[in-house]
């Protein structure tokens, strides 16, 4: 009998009649008895409210069949089953699916659907597929479970029952070694008629005893390492036996859980079984994409190939008692040209780390010295931590905030042994990933996740790729090759023209390697990376920086230290162990030319100019763009760098000398009027001299200005607006969604006819605001003055992730002493001098002074105090007016003014010197506190019983551990009170770090 006579598509509808079906599926029914396809639809539509869920699955993958729609057989297979995760029909449909693709996939589909079937003549036919299937050689061999078990008789018991209630005889063999239990284990064991058993004498340890399960299993079975405290569910192990068959370069398959590591963990932990279970009916089912080619899988429940078992060998017993066994053989079965694959629909109950009790000290420990062991056993062929398990989340994280991947050819350069190819593969599923790596093994390793070429980087030529990738990842590499210039062209060169390439890099100028110096090899420091740039076509794009977890002590002094002996160097360049810069191909079709011109007034600030200009001369001068510094210094510092720069050929740069002895109010209407500018421009961008902008926003500046605006305005406040160009044709809309930025001289960009010269007279406008305020905010005033003359002003608004402006760290903000008056009196009485169409200024006034960099942080007011400013007299000067510009509390700044204020304890100075398990703690408090952790979420009991371990093992045992047990009952009891309450959380969390902060002195 052939397959084709033997697979059911009709017949399976003959069936059905026998079912109880209700007169809506009875009729849908009876069109696919006689093959009418057409007619089922029309009947399945006509009574879509009347069919169950589950039978329309059926239904509608009965028809997709009859119409060769496979693709919709699938889904309408895989919706069934998140409703009745056992029905045996629908995994019949499964096979039928799988039996052109795969056929031992077929068979694995037809054998789970006989343990499901409770139907007699239904099982017969599913035994003639299935013996058709083993006569085709397409048959798969049993599973060996092997289990060790070291008391916890209550969870081994458990495991196994899941284990028979979830897993046909025919497809398993279930192996427990014993490893000398004391609680009664033994005994249970011996009296189990289906468990291989062997009894060791003494514990031998986890891989030992894994490989002695592995010698009692038959010849031929597959190998499932199993914890003990696991629980099986419906179907874990069939989709982990579907994933080992995917293809043949399967080696290895692994479930995820809610206690597991290695990005496995899918599901919050301390839930009951029954949530599990619940769980895993939605998760266990099919899925569009359920593999993860990963670098290694967690052992608590790891599938392994018999053949791939053969050729890698048992586990290493060196790993004994346990941790790095399933690396190992993880990285044998890569090596040996096997995949190890996680299946994100097998979930498996986990209770985690129950082999080792309470004995937290002992696992730390015994896990630093396996992964020593590990990497000295691999360290031949150059893996260690960085090349094996650095994900390189902060990659990653960059890349999401600068582009956008979705469907993206991505390079790595520097793949490791894949970890970060597999998580870009995880987080961006329709992207197509590659990989490149100078080490042979490694590269190996990581072509097992994504295609990977092993090549030396200095003879890599990037002509074959010109222009392949959207994104390309240099992943610290660059300090590996002999010539980093030409290898930095090469890589730009494959990079598509609105691509973006990221460069991550080690610094060389961390404080670690200034304190300590000692051979670090060939490691770069910002500066040079920034010149390495234009030869490579390449400009910066943004700029980020990592820093190590672990700092040293008196960190500040340490840095302030350096940074005496190093004066040219700001803070950020010793506090970045890791650089990332995020780049992008020079456009060189952007010529600004006379649309728009940046004018920019300094006053004895050479250093903050020549940085600024480090950053964007070279952008500046290929996007054409004119830049005048008005200069009032009374030294010619600031001129010579200018000079400096124009000597490199950077000739759009020019110097306009200003008299030192201009006030401010006046220099500035010189600026804003383009004094001394005889070129006629378009748009004016007026911006402050420790300011600049990178390429991508622009880029956004030249798309607008090839427009007609009165004004184009960088909306800074709003990163996440959708529209990258908006208009806003009201003037008091744009006052209440742009006052507060439009304080900041750098986010407009004026018309120079439209807000400049026309409708305008400065003689007029001094008269109308004759008051202090104007030179502090003559910008804001003109903005707002000029749009409420216009009945429809046109404002172009530049808003997203690619509008931003930055400072130099050299430079500083000019309000000095007089920042409440400015921000108080002077702020107000600008607002309230603006024309009436302007209403509700006082949300704009408070809401602006509110900014933590302006008004909005006490610790401003502390310094002030500390600096003598912020006195009781001067809190009856600021009285008056204090409650319209802000909502700290004039009692709050009588405290700072008398210095009787008393900040709140910052509990994250603990860090540094805190234990790891408080180190966990001070986490979640954080994350609370920030409001990422829902205070539901915290997981409270675990964070007790860490507090309770850490009052009993204090030299005063006995009085803590009575103290401990009462703070702990009482916290409980609070937390249940108000179970979703973020004060009352911080506030308990407070209490339980302030504990373990003196049980650890």
């Known amino acids: 009998m052939g397959i084709e006579e033997i697979l059911w598509k009709s017949k399976r509808n003959d069936k059905m009649a026998e079912i109880k079906l209700n007169k809506s599926e009875w009729k849908v029914q009876e069109a696919l008895a006689k093959g009418e396809h057409t007619e089922a639809e029309r009947q399945m539509k006509k009574a879509k409210d009347f069919i169950r869920p589950v039978y329309r699955a059926i239904f509608e993958a009965s028809i997709a069949f009859g119409t060769e729609d496979y693709q919709k057989a699938w889904e309408s297979i895989a919706e069934g089953l998140r ?38 003549e239904d099982a017969r036919q599913i035994r003639m597929v299935m013996d058709h299937f083993l006569g085709e050689g397409a048959g798969v061999a049993k599973t060996a479970i092997v289990i060790l078990s070291y008391n916890l008789l209550g969870m081994t018991r458990r495991c196994i029952e899941s284990i028979r209630e979830t897993i046909p005889e025919s497809a398993r063999e279930i192996i427990v070694v014993d490893n000398a239990s004391a609680d009664g284990s033994v005994e249970w064991l011996k009296e189990q008629k289906d468990i291989k058993l062997l009894c060791n004498s003494e514990n031998r340890g986890f891989p030992a005893g894994c490989n002695q399960g592995i010698e009692l299993a038959e010849e031929d079975s597959d190998i499932f390492l199993l914890n003990n405290d696991t629980v099986m569910t419906d179907n874990a192990l069939f989709w982990l036996r579907m994933g080992l068959y995917e293809t043949e370069k399967v080696g ?30 939605k998760n266990n089912v099919p899925l569009k994409r359920p593999y993860l080619a990963k670098v290694y899988l967690v052992g608590f429940a790891l599938l392994i190939k018999r053949g791939v078992l053969r050729k890698t060998g048992l586990l290493d017993e060196r790993f004994s008692p346990g941790n790095y066994e399933d ?59 960085v090349k094996y398990v650095n994900l390189r989340v902060d990659l990653v994280s960059i890349c999401n905030s600068n582009r956008s991947v979705a469907n993206a050819d991505i390079m790595v350069a520097g793949t490791g042994c894949g970890a970060l190819l597999s998580m870009l593969k995880e987080t961006y599923p329709e992207a197509e990933v590659y990989g490149m790596e100078q080490n042979q093994f490694m590269a190996q390793i990581a072509d097992k996740i994504a295609d990977t070429v092993w090549t030396d980087f200095d003879e890599w030529k990037g002509d074959e790729l010109e222009e392949s990738f959207d994104i390309i990842f240099i992943n610290d590499e660059l300090e590996h090759t002999e010539n980093p210039e030409k290898v930095l062209k090469e890589f730009g060169k494959m990079l ?142 600031t001129r010579r760098v200018i000079e400096f720069f ?27 009027m383009l004094g001394g500018i005889q070129k006629e421009y378009e748009y004016m961008w007026y911006l402050r001299d420790r300011c600049w902008c990178e390429e991508k926003t622009l880029k956004l500046m030249y798309e607008a200005v090839a427009g007609k605006h009165d004004l184009i305005f960088m909306d800074v406040g709003n990163p996440d607006y959708p529209e ?38 400065m003689e007029e406008f001094r008269k109308k605001y004759d008051r202090e305020y104007r030179a502090s905010f003559l ?65 704009v006034i408070k809401r602006t002074a509110s900014f933590p960099w302006i008004l909005g942080d006490l610790n401003i007011f502390v310094d002030l105090h500390d600096r003598g400013i912020l006195t009781p007299e001067y809190i009856e000067e600021i009285k008056g007016y204090w409650g319209e510009v802000s909502d700290i509390s004039l009692d709050m700044l009588r405290e700072i003014a008398c210095g009787i204020y008393a900040p709140p304890f910052d509990f994250m100075r603990l860090q540094d010197s805190a234990p790891d398990t408080l180190k966990l703690i001070l986490q979640v408090y954080k994350g609370v506190q920030d409001g990422k952790m829902m205070p539901e979420k915290v997981p409270m009991p675990e964070i007790l019983r860490i507090m309770n371990e850490a009052g009993g093992n204090t030299p005063q045992n006995e009085m803590m551990r009575e103290m401990t047990g009462q703070i702990s009952k009482n916290i409980g009891r609070l937390m249940e009170e108000k179970p979703g309450d973020q004060e009352r959380t911080l506030m308990l969390l407070q209490i339980v770090i302030g504990f373990m902060a003196l049980a650890a002195r």
């Open 83 to 120: 409703v009745d995760s056992r029905n045996y029909e629908l995994y019949m449909m499964l096979g039928d699916y799988y039996a052109s693709r795969n056929l031992q996939q077929a068979y694995l589909c037809y054998e789970n659907a006989l343990f499901y079937c409770d139907d007699e």
């Open 252 to 281: 290895s398959t692994g479930s995820v859980s809610n206690y597991v590591s290695n990005m496995q963990k899918v599901v919050e932990n301390g839930k009951s079984e029954e949530f599990y279970l619940d769980f895993s009916k």
């Open 327 to 385: 690396n190992d053989i993880c990285l044998r079965i890569n090596l040996a040209g096997y995949s190890n694959v996680l299946c994100k629909n097998s979930f498996i109950i986990h209770w985690g780390s129950q082999s080792f009790g309470k004995k937290v000290q002992v696992h730390s420990e015994l896990l630093l010295v396996n992964e020593q062991k590990f990497y000295e056993k691999w360290s031949a062929i150059g893996i260690n931590f």
């Open 496 to 637: 598509k023209k609105d691509g973006c390439l990221f460069i991550s890099f080690l610094n060389r100028n961390h404080y670690l390697k200034m304190l300590y110096p000692d051979e670090h090899g060939k490691l770069f420091d910002r500066r040079q990376v920034t010149g390495m740039l234009p030869d490579a076509k390449l400009s910066a794009d943004t700029w980020v920086y990592t820093q190590m977890e672990n700092q040293i002590p008196d960190l500040d002094s340490r840095i302030c230290e350096l940074q005496k002996q190093h004066p040219g160097m700001d803070r950020e360049e010793f506090l970045a162990y890791q650089w990332i810069v995020a780049a992008q191909k020079q456009r060189t079709d952007i010529q600004f030319g006379n649309r728009m011109v940046a004018c920019i007034p300094t006053h004895e600030h050479p250093e903050v100019v020549e940085d600024v200009l480090f950053h964007c001369a070279e952008l500046y001068k290929r996007f054409g763009l004119d830049v005048y510094y008005f200069d009032s210094s009374r030294d010619e510092e």
């Open 646 to 672: 124009q000597e490199k050929g950077y000739d759009n740069l020019n110097y306009i000398r200003i008299d030192p002895q201009m006030e401010p109010g006046d220099k500035f209407e010189y600026v804003l």
């Open 724 to 761: 990258e160009l908006s208009l806003c044709n009201d003037a008091n809309e744009f006052y209440h969604r742009c006052g507060d930025y439009a304080t900041s001289m750098d986010t407009a960009i004026y018309n120079v006819d439209a807000i400049l010269k026309k409708d305008f007279n």
């Open 779 to 843: 910008h804001f005033l003109i903005i707002f003055e000029q749009l409420a003359k216009k009945t429809r002003p046109d404002i172009c608004l530049l808003a997203g992730k690619n509008v931003t402006i930055y400072h130099s760290r050299k430079g500083h903000s000019s309000w000095g002493d007089k920042r409440i008056d400015i921000w108080g009196r002077q702020w107000l009485g600008a607002n309230k001098a603006l024309p009436d169409c302007y209403t509700d200024k006082e949300e």
